[in-house]
């Protein structure tokens, strides 16, 4: 029914520490761990084993990628790219969340892929769709490439920087 088009909906194996807030609307994959007084606006997403520090405030519309990492006190207020770790008030994205994604099983060559992705939209002089053009013919195809693709072009808020 259309009424569940708008309820909050919460995956499996989620841990929620105290006062956390999710608020109306959102949907949370599994395995998301939101740390001590982190408010969650309505109408954000977080994806499958994102980790969200304590004290952290996520701006309505937001989406959190996959096996994100989003450090203490940060202020996020735009997307946050999967595999990666954010942190700072406003927030920025500091590189891939290496131990995060070696304890999800992640290869050192998947690891390596999402690096060489992360320098180019990030570290390099393009914009975002000159990196992405870059991505598409320059990365070996892989689950990782398509999911940080996929990601890019379905962003609403545009990426947190």
């Known amino acids: 029914p259309e009424e569940d088009a708008k309820a909050t909906r919460i995956g499996s194996n989620c841990l929620f520490m105290s006062t956390c807030h999710v608020g ?3 949907v949370l994959g599994n395995n998301v761990i939101i740390a001590n007084a982190s408010p969650l606006a309505g ?3 977080v994806h499958d084993r994102a980790f969200i520090g304590g004290l952290t405030g996520i701006h309505q519309f937001c989406v959190i990628g996959t096996m994100s990492f989003i450090g203490g006190m940060a202020r996020i207020n735009k997307d946050v790219l999967p595999y990666m770790i954010c ?3 406003p927030g920025r994205c500091h590189g891939p969340n290496t131990i995060g994604l070696e304890r999800n099983g992640l290869s050192a060559e998947q690891i390596k892929s999402i690096r060489e992705m992360y320098k ?3 570290r390099s002089e393009l914009n975002t769709s000159q990196a992405v053009a870059r991505i598409e013919s320059d990365i070996e ?5 398509t999911t940080i693709l996929d990601f890019i072009a379905t962003s609403q808020r545009g990426l947190l920087r």
């Open 120 to 122: 180019l939209l990030y």
């Open 43 to 45: 109408h954000v997403t």
């Open 87 to 89: 942190e700072g008030h």
């Open 24 to 26: 109306h609307d959102c």
């Open 141 to 145: 195809d892989s689950v990782e490439k």
